[in-house]
């Protein structure tokens, strides 16, 4: 062995592993999704100390939770774009692991910052939307590319804030797939959003963010 392979750190798959994921997530910007996220969770504990009327109480959290799903969609976009396909088997695992990490993450934030305060819903209703949303997301970034990825939980958020309005001013818009609109314990709006979530994670496991690289 020579004294430059002695010095060298000892290395290994799960060392290699750990590298790999370090990197992957800082191609995708992990660190500023976080923050973005935890902004509209330290929002969400600011404005429920406040008195809403019912229809701002469903839609304040809405709007917060369609932020934190274009977060986790645009986080997914690459810097590398199609080359970055041919790097390995584990790219797939990677984005996947990456999406469900900023998913769980927000899961938890939003959660923690309704703790003591009036969530119209409860927490059921944040995780069931905050899902659907993001699953909305990916989708966009697999068909129109992370960068536009925020475009889907937008473009929902509008539909959804008017099937709310129509909860007071008829009529009521009742499709389970604007389950923002439906009570939180509706299984039919509980599966739609289920669904689109299983699709976003599939396509964007599968498929990856539709960029180009770079410059």
Known sequence: MTPAAA???????????LRLARL??????????LAAIAVCAAVLRIALHRQWDAYGARQLPLILEAGCA????????????EPERATGRWLPLLRLGTALALTAGAAGALTIAGIGGHL?????????????LTG??????????GTLAWSGPTAYLMIAIYALYTQWHGPALTT???????????????LCAGLVFIGGLTAIALRGARDAPDG
Do not use: E, K, Q, Y
């Open 7 to 17: 010095g060298r750190p000892p290395t290994g798959p799960g060392r290699a592993g």
């Open 24 to 33: 992957h997530l800082t191609s995708r910007r992990f660190p500023v999704a």
């Open 70 to 81: 274009a977060a986790i969609a645009v986080a997914s976009a690459s810097p590398f774009g």
């Open 120 to 132: 119209a819903g409860g927490t059921l209703d944040v995780l069931r939307n905050l899902a659907g």
């Open 136 to 145: 909305l997301g990916l989708l966009c970034a697999v068909l129109l590319g």
């Open 176 to 190: 389970p797939w604007i389950w923002p609109a439906r009570p939180a314990h509706d299984v039919g709006a509980l």
